[in-house]
């Protein structure tokens, strides 16, 4: 018999497939909860958000993706949305390069190879350049 599932767990669950979970909701919880499957299940969300929420959100997602870089899919999800379009990939790397000056080396390290790799993923992208540019 598996483990059953909690009602915290189910409630969560159910809150985030409501109508009443917008934008808003999804970051304050993706910055709340700091569970591993939540925050799967928030960055998987985060797939089929509208470009302009994932922008307007953007320096607070770049800064939570460093803040949980080992922790955390985020990093990986913003990485997906340089290599996908050279708009966001300039505007990750812009931020990262300014993270990159912060007083903690772990944060510092973690933005250093967050613009290492946003560089590589537009590079490495399908047609190079991109889907946008």
């Not at 969560?12 to 917008?22: A, G, N």
């Not at 993706?30 to 922008?55: F, H, R, W």
């Not at 290492?116 to 540019?133: F, R």
Request: charged share 25%.
């Amino acid at each position: 018999m598996g483990r059953p599932i909690s009602s915290n767990t189910g409630s969560l669950l159910r809150l985030f497939q409501s109508e009443f979970f917008d934008v808003h909701l999804h970051m304050h919880y993706l910055l709340s909860m700091e569970s591993g499957g939540v925050q799967d299940y928030l960055v998987n969300a985060l797939y089929k958000m509208g470009d302009e929420d994932v922008e307007f959100y953007l320096p607070q997602l770049c800064q939570l993706a460093l803040l949980r870089f080992h922790k955390s899919a985020l990093h990986k999800f913003l990485l997906d949305k340089a290599s996908r379009s050279m708009h966001f990939a300039l505007k990750i790397s812009w931020l990262m390069v300014s993270y990159a000056d912060d007083k903690r080396p772990e944060i510092r390290e973690a933005a250093a190879t967050m613009v290492k790799w946003c560089e590589e993923a537009c590079v490495c992208s399908l047609d190079g350049a991109g889907a946008d540019a």
